[in-house]
Every structure is written in C-alpha cells, then in structure tokens.
C-alpha cells in the first residue's frame, strides 16, 4: 500500500467516527513505518477537516465531531511515545469563547468551541451570558491569543464592540486577536467595531483561527 | 450608465445592485440550496421572474389577483404590547386586543394566543391563566384561535431544567450520557406540551401552533412529533401546525429516528413528509437568512427550499416569513420592501397555501 493510500484509509477511519477503526489504521500505518507526524498531519488531521466539511454542509453533526476527536485523540495517544515531548503536547493557541452578556444562547457558541477543540487550540469555553469584563479576566488567566464572542440578538452584539474598547483601554488589545459570530453579526460589523475577523461557522472559525494564530 | 436596484442584505443594510449582479446572487442563492438539499434548483424563467420581483420600482409589491394566501399570525397576541427586544411594538394592551386588533383591523386568518415566555414549559405554572385568557378570548373572536409555543427543548438542561447539559456532556466527550439526557428531556417535553394542550383544548381552543420545532435540535422534533401524534389520537378534528426552527434539522443528538427515519439532517422537503405522517395540518417551512449575503441571494435560496417541500408536501404549507427568514433581512421590524417581496415570490414561484 502506497503513503498516499494509507494517509486516505487514515482520513477515512476518522470520517467514520469509530475509535476502534483509528487504533487499528494507525498501528498499520505505524507499521508500514511512516512518520508519527505524517500518520498525524495528513492522515488524521486530513480527516478531521473531512469531517468539518460534513459537518458544514449538514451530514454529520456534533456528536459525530466529537466522536471523531474522540478517535483522533486516541490515535494520537497511541503515537505520542514516538514523538518528541514538545511536539505531541503542542497547542496551536489559547482561545476563550463565551456568549455576550444579555445573550443566554449557547449551541452556536458550544460547537465553535468544539470544533477550535478538536483542530488543536486550547479553548476556555467561559458559556454564555458572560459579564464582558470576564473575556478579559479570563484572558490574562490564561495567557490566551485570542477572545471568540458569540451574540444572537442585535440587542447584545454591542457587547462585542465594548470588550473590544475595553481591551484597548486595558492596554491588551495589540497582544490578543478579536473573533466575532453569532446571526446578526456580519463581516461589515466585524469590521466597524475593529474585530481581527468574523466567523461565520464553526468550520469558518476555525479556519480564520489558523489563518490569525499560526 | 448601468440601472442600480435599491435592495437591500440580509442584516437590512440598503445595497445598490444591477441586473447582473442580482441574476448572478438569484442563480447563486439558488444552487446552494439545491447542493445542500439535492433538491431542483430555480429555473431560468423562475429566477427571472424573482429578479422582475426585486426591480419593482415600487416600495411594496403585492401578489397578483386570486392568487392571495391566508395569513397568520404566530407571537402576535404579545406584538403589540411587547417592547423587549422581541419585535412589539410596546403598546399597552391585552392579549386579547392583541389579538382582536389582528383579527379585525389586520385581516388575520387565523390567531394565536402565545405567553410572554413564549415556550411550553413555562406555561404549566401559569396554566390556569392561559386557560382563562383563550376562554375569554374565543367568546370575543370569529377566526380560529390557537395556542402558541416554542417546544424549546433547551428549558429541560441544565441550569434551566432537572437534565445535565449536553453541550457540557458533549465538552467532556460523554457522548453516550449526551444522547440520554436529550432523549429524557424530550420524553419530558412531550408530556408537558400534551398536559397544556388538553387544558387548554378544553378552554376553546382551536387547535395549537408549534414553533420553532428543532430550535434545540433532532430531539426538540422527536419531542415534537410524539407530541402531535398524541393530540392527534386524542382530537382528530383539532388544528396542528408545525412550524420549523430553521432550514436544516440538527443532530445534537445524532441518531434520533422517527417512523424508520432519522431526523438529523433533514431538510425541508424531508421534515414535512415526517410532520405530515405525525398529524399536523399545517407545515411552516423555515429557511433562515445569510446576513452576509444580498436579498436576491436569500430570497432564490428559501424560494428553493420552499418550493420543494411544498411539492413534496401532503398537506398545506404556510411558510414562516419574518425576521430573518423565508429570505427577509435579520432586523427587528423588516422593512416592507422586502418583506412584501419576498412573500410575493414564495406565493407566486415556491407555490406556498399561506403565510
């Protein structure tokens, strides 16, 4: 079996969501002696963003996401010891992600968190109805790169504008990136209020996360 | 110099766009509802006719003679005295004015009682006063007079309800626990929704009005239909509409089935053949609106989506139209260019039976 048809049988077990599937691809892969990272980059990871594409368009949803990073993880467990140290604990960056305070929806936000999860950034999920001072607490806390805001209702999506003032009065907003999302947000919003980007999916967030933090 | 449009995006904001630019955001709009759905997109002449639709230079546009739907009203009752971010108009007046005002002076066709909270669960304490309200209520109106709610399966989780979060659940990859306390709260939704419809069946009512079905996902529905099988054993003659939460049912829990099918993923076409087989009279199909994207490009997609499910349907289809969907721009009282715009084209090309 060629590289490039391992690396799809790889894609393929982590689009089938089943853990046992990965394990067992991965150990042949392993096998077949390729590279951890390679078995990892474009194998599994190739399938995670498979999977992302599913899940934008509608045919598969969140419990088969977390399933397939369930399956990830356990594949990548299962190379660590190969790896070296740094390399297999690794994050791409530090985001925290919450819901505006005013605002109580919450599924939007959940799946975008989910989904920076399972691409490979630490994510702070502060929930929602979050006071805005709490984005900014939590930032420092945590070191992040990045603050998510989800608002639902034109009624909150000012709070977005305000913690972004407020990062500028704070002296933080040259160090963290700014993403916004939620139904009444918009790219022309992200813009006005001097967001770094405006996410309209949780795939999309997740590929402007890597476009910003790597 | 090329002609501009005054049209507008799907946040409200007024854009200025010429034919072309319209017929490609109408062609656009429409194939990705085909791609996503597997359904016919829009054919030339269709998409012609939504363009002609648009470039009306008047303000509002209205359906052409004999072709008129009924219309309905869904929070209406608490429209004209609700002032917080829901679209009311902040007017003091009764519910039961409220509804008057649509029946009499609006042109209603029908009408719906709805409670402030505006979901199912919050109704059981304040019960005896739904009940007393669609007495009174019924003994003042002519049209059909339903009850209202969103089925709002989110109430039964945690920290509003007795069931763990599944968002939280799914966040620790419980999965499996995830999937449970979804199908426990919407064994608890079910019953709750059939113990308020019976008090308030045997006040008057008309019949009951079920929206945003799937708001919380593939068990919001399952819930939702269980529901409506059960009124329907219970009042063959009662009027059942289901009106849906968006375009695409979510699977939150992932593998829910009802009749052999599971809900996940369903689309318009598919989730009214499902509401049909439950009971309902009536399907709302909902297609929500891009913010990003232009009024022809929202427009030519829900057209798409509605066209289809009313083709598929075998009962009357009355479109959900309003903020942000059914093509309308996401702002709280939607100016009625496009509204008038848009609910000519979902009466004269999706083909709907009412509003």
């Known amino acids: 079996m060629s590289n490039e048809e391992m690396f799809k049988e790889l894609s393929d077990a982590i689009v089938s969501c089943k853990k046992d599937a990965v394990i067992a691809t991965v150990e042949k892969a392993r096998d077949e002696g390729i590279p951890p990272a390679e078995i990892i980059e474009k194998g599994l990871a190739a399938g995670m963003n498979e999977v992302g594409v599913l899940f934008e368009r509608g045919k598969l949803f969140l ?12 594949g990548v467990a299962l190379l660590e010891k ?52 709490d984005f900014i607490d939590k930032a420092k806390e945590t070191s992040a790169n990045m603050i998510g805001m989800s608002a639902l209702m034109t009624t909150t999506l000012p709070g977005q504008k305000d913690v972004i003032e407020m990062l500028k009065e704070q002296g933080m907003r040259d160090d963290i990136k700014v993403m916004v999302g939620g139904a009444p947000a918009t790219e022309a919003w992200a813009n006005k209020i001097g967001a770094d980007c405006y996410a309209e999916n949780a795939s999309e967030a997740v590929a402007k996360a890597k476009e910003l933090l790597l | 110099m090329t002609t501009e449009y005054a049209l507008r995006m799907g946040d409200g ?55 008129e739907v009924p219309v309905t009203h869904d929070i209406g009752t608490i429209r004209i005295d609700g002032d917080q971010g829901n679209s009311g108009v902040g007017i003091p007046s009764s519910r039961l004015i409220g509804s008057m005002m649509h029946e009499r002076a609006f042109g209603a066709d029908t009408m719906e009682l709805g409670h402030i909270d505006y979901s199912f669960k919050p109704v059981k304490p304040v019960i005896a006063q739904e009940m007393q309200t669609m007495e009174v209520c019924q003994q003042n109106m002519i049209v059909p007079l339903l009850y209202g709610a969103m089925p709002n399966m989110g109430l039964y989780y945690t920290p509003d309800g007795p069931f763990e979060n599944p968002g939280d659940l799914m966040k620790a990859f419980k999965i499996r626990e995830a999937q449970e306390s979804m199908e ?42 269980h529901a409506v099988e059960s009124l329907r054993k219970q009042y063959p003659d009662m009027y059942i509409e289901v009106g849906m939460a968006g375009e695409l049912l979510l699977g939150m829990h992932g593998e829910l089935e009802y009749d052999g099918t599971v809900l996940a993923g369903l689309w ?21 609106t891009n913010t990003s994207k232009t009024s022809p490009w929202n427009l030519a997609r829900a057209v798409t989506f509605v066209k289809a499910a009313v083709e598929a349907s075998p009962i009357p289809c009355h479109v959900n139209m309003g903020m942000g969907v059914g093509g309308i721009p996401m702002f709280e009282t939607p100016t009625i260019d496009a509204v008038s715009r848009a609910s000519k084209a979902m009466v004269e090309i999706a083909g709907v039976d009412g509003i």
Do not use: C
């Open chain 1, 63 to 74: 419990p088969h996401v977390m399933m397939a990073a369930g399956a990830m993880e356990a």
């Open chain 1, 82 to 133: 190969d790896m070296p140290k740094d390399a297999a604990s690794k994050k791409l960056g530090i985001i925290v992600n919450g819901t505006v305070e005013g605002d109580v929806h919450d599924i939007g936000k959940s799946i975008v968190s989910t989904m920076l999860q399972s691409s490979g950034f630490e994510v702070h999920d502060i929930g929602r109805d979050v006071p805005l001072q």
């Open chain 2, 13 to 67: 904001k007024r854009v200025f766009l010429t034919k072309e630019q319209i017929m490609a955001d109408l062609q656009e709009g429409s194939a990705d509802a085909a791609d996503l759905a597997d359904v016919p997109a829009l054919s030339g002449d269709e998409l012609e006719r939504i363009a002609e639709i648009m470039m009306t230079p008047s303000r509002m546009v209205g359906v052409e003679p004999g072709k």
């Open chain 2, 184 to 225: 426990h709260a919407a064994g608890h939704l079910t019953r709750d929704t059939v113990w308020i419809m019976q008090r308030l069946m045997a006040s008057g009512a008309d019949g009951v009005n079920f929206d945003t079905v799937g708001a919380a996902g593939d068990g919001d529905m399952y819930a939702s239909l």
């Open chain 2, 268 to 288: 318009p076409h598919q989730q009214v053949k499902l509401a049909a087989k439950a009971g309902a009279n009536v399907f709302g199909p909902v297609v929500n």
